[in-house]
């Protein structure tokens, strides 16, 4: 079992920026394959970016640009840094974590631990 804990969601103005945070044992030695998704109300959870153990950074399309996923290894917290947020970024953001250490997708259904998520919600 691997328990994460999600924090740093809020209200922002359109234009402005926050840093999620999702900390859990194992965090930051790119030994699983860990990412980001988020859940707009009456839509369906989708990926928003994913850092493997071993290879490239992947960025949902809308994202690109705006967001940056990382870690810190001290700490065992992986960030999302999200700047330039929109109304269309609103949602219940959700870290998660595979069992392997590379990422095969954005797909919810290929990652098996989940954190409880955190709320952002972008106001213009």
């Known amino acids: 079992q691997l328990d994460l804990v999600e924090s740093g969601g809020g209200s922002v103005q359109a234009g402005g920026s926050l840093r999620l945070s999702c900390k859990g044992p194992?965090?930051?030695?790119?030994?699983?394959?860990v990412g980001w998704f988020r859940q707009a109300p009456g839509k369906e959870r989708e990926g928003v970016a994913t850092l493997p153990g071993v290879g490239p950074v992947t960025y949902e399309e809308s994202v690109k640009g705006r967001f940056t996923i990382f870690e810190d290894s001290a700490k065992n917290v992986l960030y999302l840094q999200m700047d330039s947020l929109t109304s269309e970024d609103t949602g219940m953001y959700y870290c998660?974590?595979?069992?392997?250490?590379?990422?095969?997708?954005?797909?919810?259904?290929?990652?098996?631990?989940w954190g409880q998520g955190t709320q952002v919600t972008v106001f213009s």
């Open positions: 194992g965090i930051g030695y790119r030994r699983y394959c």
């Open positions: 998660a974590a595979r069992t392997e250490s590379y990422c095969s997708s954005l797909s919810s259904a290929d990652f098996r631990w």
